[in-house]
């Protein structure tokens, strides 16, 4: 029991001390203040709405819940619910959850929770799972079309709920039954200031499509709607257009098909449109006044969206056709008329498409008559109401809620009395406020005031609410809960608050004044018979349907029931299937006016206390014994407080009980033993037994403390001296094997001692002078093998181009080190040469000859290595012509290419072939076959070349010879280093003289008999582009440019 440990304020207001209203409010104020909003009244639940999402819900807390008893927790309403259904489930016991409040006090979120943890705790399985899901659905549909934005409330109920919702033996879900009761159809036509019409409508051109708005002929702003409140569109945290979207899908998963649903959406569509009809005054042939439609297209779209004539649907709003004996008579409506017409019409469509829509959620949700069941009820309805203007509407959910008051009171002294009865304790009359009697006035078969008003209804002549208000004087002018005008002035009391057109009731609650005012028209709640047959004309099935009346086969001339005497009647449906049940209450209460968080208006509570009875409810579970529980869980709280029962019994529960209580000499007027509860009477017995407890629990709590320390010291010591013997052992060992350790060492070092000793003695005994020489060439030996064989492992690779070798170990090694590597590496190149063929070891001296004679001297010449030397670069096996021009003993060609001759007058160059042979040097005209200068080896005297990447080189030519008496050659070649290589090697064979090559940029040429100086500069390009220019300047002087 958490009822009074650790909690803030008292959990049960049973237990309240004193019991006044202030405490009460303190009491709740202090709790909500502390967002604990739910407090107990015995096993009623009060629920302080707090405005925010509370971390108390969800799986965790329905888990939490489930596995505890009714006070074993903190009060929650899953406590309740819970209690609920495990009495319906184990016991067999209907139960039913009445649910009232104020609007904005949280009826419908509390109907939901318990709801959400029926669903949760209830059975699995596919089917039970779909039935779960269709009975959570069906509130944010009902909720669309039955609720609206208030004054009071964003979400404000406005329409009774009860919910039957039926159970298999397993107590899993089969389906329900709904019913609904006073929709305060009134709401359509008109609104307050700051109010809003039913979510439905806004919801519906928010988030439909526009396709679908096209259908409905519709436009999505809300100001071109007469029925909607154009000044508050939209509610702050409520989104419109999402929460259609979840009606429809609500709707799809209790079963509406998409063409109900369609249908649906066009009837609500009906209701708006009909608001847009204007109506103008006219006027008769014979000057009677009249009405007719302003603009008729607005009737136009309606008969073609619903099948209607609208020609006719025109007659029956601006007309009325009154049936006699005889003949029909009909009348034309004025303006006024017509526009009362029209709204009620407009109202009544939209009440019975709630009722429809509540019987198909029936049909979806009902359960086969076969099958045995059991039921759990829950009543969401209007709380008490009293507004600064009262009507017909407040007077019927007064009393209702009058009806309730009687029902819970009666129905808590009668479990108050089987309890007693029960345990066997004697039973003693309660005195309480009985509001029997303000029931008995208004619900009276013949003279209550519903019946007076069905009368005044009913009878024939002029009829009007100031006539029902003086027979309603005549009536009750000695009633003690019935007040008005003219019974004040009879009682000569005076009465400002009083109006003329008003009547008072005292009501459990509080007097409430009501303004008779439209009772007469809200009670007969009429519609014109051609508005009802023009209805049942149409080709819409659900529009028709709505109006059965309508059908001229089913016409009656009888008068409907009174919407007093339909509510009445629901009221004493209601009442029978309550009584049948074990009730459970639910009392909401609205902290504040403005839904704010954390407000707590002391003055609004104490009248919605008032309202819902908690004071009278409090003093009625009082009446006898304020506080009762089970010998067991009594005796294992209060055990500790006896010698005899602790800290064990194995007597019997009640014993034990007796034992303690004996022994604490608490008041036997205090205390009742039933058969399976101890009752205590007052709540101080109580509290002194918590206080005697809580210094009980101090002194064992330090027993407990004082033992705990005893123990933990005596365990600290014993693992202190286990340790300290450990350490002890292995400190002990650890010196000894040290000490071992030395000892060891100590023996080794003597026997070493000893050993060399020996070796010495025998050494000086055995060997003579000549040992040290053999020792030396045994270690020196014994190392140069050693370094010989490392050297066989490690030999580097067989590529000559490797140069790496191993370093020597030893500096005595150094010399035969670099003799092997110089061996090894001409064995190497040996090798190499031995895998080449004659023409790659003629190219490797061609290259070995370029190399001598151009390395670090012409700067092509490292562009040169990398290539082979071709020698023929004119194709000449091709071309048999060249071929005869070296002749037929001439040998081999060395080298064929094309060269450019430079002019020796004017230094311009032409293209020459050149020719090499082993003997001579051939030149002639690209364009021409023959000859044109051959010159011998022997004739060449030598060449000069130039340093830089250019192909000019000068052949220098003996002036004996008689090529030679003409001149030099001044010759420009591509391949100047292979083709002066093989010139130099081809000179060497044929005169066994080396070639003189020089590399100079100034030279001098002989042409004819005269020298010319030739001086070669590099060019911008620097010669990479290959040209070359020759300017001669003067007659000895040959400037080239490459």
């Given at each position: 029991m958490t009822l009074l440990e650790g909690s803030v304020g008292v959990e049960d207001l049973v237990l309240l001390e004193p019991l006044e209203q202030g405490s009460l409010l303190k009491n709740l104020q202090q709790r909500y203040e502390h967002?604990?909003?739910?407090?107990?009244?015995?096993?009623?639940?009060?629920?302080?709405?707090?405005?925010?999402?509370?971390?108390?819900?969800?799986?965790?807390?329905?888990?939490?819940?489930?596995?505890?008893?009714?006070?074993?927790?903190?009060?929650?309403?899953?406590?309740?619910?819970?209690v609920a259904y495990q009495s319906l489930r184990d016991r067999d016991r209907d139960q039913c959850i009445l649910i009232t409040g104020e609007s904005g006090a949280g009826k419908t979120e509390a109907s939901k929770l318990v709801m959400s943890y029926v669903a949760a705790v209830c059975g699995k399985g596919e089917q039970v799972n779909s039935v779960k899901e269709q009975l959570l659905q069906s509130n944010p549909v009902l909720e669309a079309f039955g609720n609206a934005k208030t004054i009071r409330n964003n979400n404000s109920s406005r329409f009774g709920k009860y919910m039957d919702i039926e159970f298999d033996f397993k107590g899993s879900p089969l389906g329900g039954v709904i019913t609904n009761y006073l929709l305060e159809k009134s709401r359509v036509v008109k609104q307050l200031e700051g109010e809003r019409n039913f979510h439905i409508f806004y919801q519906l051109l928010a988030g439909a499509e526009a396709d679908l708005l096209k259908d409905l002929k519709l436009e999505r702003e809300t100001r071109c709607y007469v029925y909607l409140n154009r000044k508050v569109s939209r509610v702050d945290g409520m989104d419109d257009a999402s929460n259609f979207k979840a009606v429809q899908s609500a709707m799809a998963v209790i079963g509406f098909s998409e063409k109900e649903i369609q249908q649906v959406l066009e009837v609500t569509a009906l209701v708006l449109k009909l608001g847009n009809v204007e109506l103008a005054d006219e006027f008769q042939a014979n000057g009677v006044s009249a009405s007719g439609i302003r603009d008729g297209r607005g009737i136009q779209e309606i008969g073609e969206m619903m099948g209607l004539n609208s020609e006719e649907l025109e007659k029956a709003l601006c007309s009325r056709t009154m049936k006699t004996a005889k003949e029909n008579v009909v009348t034309a409506l004025n303006v006024v008329q017509a526009q009362y017409a029209r709204d009620a019409l407009a109202k009544n469509?939209?009440?019975?498409?709630?009722?429809?829509?509540?019987?198909?959620?029936?049909?979806?949700i009902k359960v086969g008559t076969g099958e045995k069941k059991k039921v759990m009820g829950v009543l969401d309805i209007y709380g008490f109401e009293i507004l600064e203007d009262n009507s017909f509407e407040q007077f019927v959910i007064n009393y209702c809620n009058e009806k309730l008051q009687q029902v819970f009171i009666e129905m808590t002294l009668k479990e108050e009395q089987e309890e007693y009865e029960r345990e066997g304790i004697p039973w003693t009359k309660v005195d309480y406020s009985d509001n029997g009697v303000i029931c008995n006035l208004i619900e009276h078969n013949q003279r209550g005031i519903l019946a007076m008003l069905d009368e005044e209804c009913l009878r024939p002549g002029v009829v009007s609410d100031t006539t029902f208000l003086a027979k309603l004087n005549h009536l009750f002018s000695k009633h003690t809960h019935y007040e008005s005008k003219v019974t004040q002035n009879a009682q000569r009391q005076y009465d400002h608050t009083m109006g003329l057109s008003s009547f008072r009731i005292c009501h459990y609650a509080g007097k409430v004044t009501y303004n008779v005012n439209g009772f007469i028209d809200k009670n007969n709640d009429l519609l014109f018979r051609d508005l009802s047959q023009v209805m049942w004309k149409a080709r819409h099935p659900l529009l028709q349907s709505l109006f059965p009346e309508g059908d001229p086969k089913q016409a009656s001339l009888k008068r409907p029931p009174t919407a007093g005497a339909q509510f009445k009647s629901s009221v004493a449906i209601l009442m029978k299937n309550l009584y049948s049940k074990n009730p459970n209450y639910i009392r909401c209460i609205?902290?504040?006016?403005?839904?704010?968080?954390?407000?707590?208006?002391?003055?609004?509570?104490?009248?919605?206390t008032r309202y819902l009875g908690l004071l009278e409810n409090v003093r009625v579970r009082r009446a006898g014994y304020a506080y009762r529980q089970g010998y067991r869980p009594f005796l294992e709280r209060y055990r500790l407080l006896s010698r005899s029962t602790w800290p064990r019994w194995n007597g019997g529960d009640r014993e034990g009980v007796e034992k303690v209580v004996g022994e604490l000499s608490l008041s036997s007027e205090e205390l009742a033993f039933g058969k399976t509860k101890i009752f205590i009477r007052s709540p101080k017995t109580l509290f002194h037994l918590e206080e005697r407890r809580r210094l009980r629990l101090q002194q064992l709590a330090t027993l407990i403390q004082k033992?705990?320390?005893?123990?933990?010291?005596?365990?600290?010591y014993r693992l202190m001296r286990k340790s300290q013997i450990l350490i002890s052992a292995w400190f002990r060992g650890n010196m000894q094997k040290k000490r071992y350790g030395k000892i060891k060492a100590s023996s080794l070092l003597i026997q070493a001692f000893v050993r060399g000793w020996k070796a010495r003695k025998d050494y000086r005994k055995y060997f003579r002078s000549g040992a040290a020489l053999t020792l030396a060439n045994f270690i020196y030996k014994s190392i140069t093998r050693k370094f010989l064989l490392g050297l066989k492992d490690n030999l580097p690779s067989t590529n000559i181009l490797d140069k790496t070798w191993p370093a020597a170990p030893y500096k005595c090694f150094h010399t035969a080190n670099q003799?092997?590597?110089?061996?090894?590496?001409?064995?190497?190149?040996?090798?190499?040469?031995?895998?080449?063929?004659?023409?790659?070891?003629?190219?490797?001296?061609?290259?070995?000859?370029?190399?001598?004679?151009?390395?670090?001297?012409?700067?092509?010449?490292?562009?040169?290595?990398?290539?082979?030397?071709?020698?023929?670069?004119?194709g000449l096996q091709g071309n048999p012509k060249l071929q005869k021009l070296k002749g037929g003993a001439e040998g081999p060609v060395l080298v064929a290419e094309t060269v450019k001759k430079v002019n020796r007058g004017n230094g311009k160059t032409s293209s020459r072939i050149l020719l090499l042979t082993k003997e001579h040097v051939i030149l002639t005209d690209t364009k021409k076959s023959q000859a044109k200068t051959v010159i011998g080896l022997d004739s060449v005297a030598g060449v000069s070349v130039t340093s830089f990447k250019d192909g000019l080189f000068s052949l220098h030519l003996n002036e004996i010879s008689s090529v030679g008496s003409k001149g030099d050659f001044l010759l420009v070649s591509e391949h100047v280093i292979e083709l002066l290589t093989k010139m130099y090697r081809a000179v060497l064979d044929a005169t066994q003289k080396q070639l003189p090559v020089t590399v100079t940029e100034d030279f001098s040429v002989r042409f004819k008999e005269s020298s010319v100086a030739v001086k070669v500069t590099q060019g911008p390009e620097r010669g990479r582009n290959g040209k070359l220019s020759c300017k001669k300047t003067g007659s000895r002087c040959l400037d080239v440019t490459v």
């Open positions: 967002k604990e909003i739910y407090t107990y009244i015995g096993n009623v639940l009060i629920s302080v709405n707090p405005y925010q999402q509370l971390p108390i819900y969800g799986p965790e807390f329905i888990a939490k819940y489930r596995d505890y008893t009714f006070y074993e927790l903190q009060p929650h309403i899953y406590a309740l619910a819970n469509i939209y009440s019975r498409l709630f009722n429809w829509i509540v019987n198909r959620i029936n049909e979806s609205k902290p504040n006016e403005h839904q704010q968080r954390g407000q707590f208006s002391s003055e609004l509570v104490a009248i919605q033992t705990y320390r005893g123990w933990r010291c005596r365990t600290h003799e092997l590597r110089q061996l090894f590496y001409r064995w190497k190149c040996k090798k190499f040469r031995d895998r080449l063929s004659l023409k790659q070891v003629e190219n490797l001296r061609e290259k070995l000859c370029a190399s001598e004679l151009f390395k670090d001297k012409k700067a092509s010449y490292p562009q040169s290595v990398p290539i082979p030397f071709r020698g023929d670069y004119i």
